[in-house]
């Protein structure tokens, strides 16, 4: 129920800032408007509805304090994709890949959403991270991963599913 409420936000407030990113001296680094995150979680809903198959999880792999991970998860919500959180892994422990594959096991993930730079670190550092397919997102926020998914009608989710699930240590 509240997707459709950003959506309207969207709608009416446009230009007005629903999200922003601070660094430890609380000055701001980018902000997120009500219209880029509704289009560019528009956008990557309708990517993930296309490409779903029957993968109804996700996990969102994002440095903390950026605005990816905010309209990752509202592009999940549109989708109807369940969103796990997980923290991006360092490679300065060879455990920290395990504990990636552990919860993608547990909830039946087999993608990854993340940033670009993040794929490519991944790619370098981990010979055993293709377990997942690792999804950089940031071209949706960009506005060039739209063409196609932008037109897709997202699905309805019912108050009774599942949205979100995290997992601790």
Known sequence: QRVGTVDIEGAEQGTAIVHSSVDGRGKILETLTFAELDSSSTALAGWLVCRRDDE???LLCYPPG???F???FHGCLKAGVIAV??????FRRSTEMD??????RDCGATRALTTTAYARFVRLK????FFLSWIPTDTFLEGSGRNEAATTTVLERDRSST????YTS
């Open 56 to 58: 109804k999880v996700a």
């Open 126 to 129: 981990s010979s055993n991270g």
């Open 85 to 90: 959180p997980v923290f991006p892994p360092q």
């Open 66 to 68: 950026g605005l990816d």
């Open 70 to 72: 905010v309209f990752a």
């Open 99 to 104: 504990a990636i594959r552990s919860i993608a």
């Open 163 to 166: 949205a979100f699930l995290q």
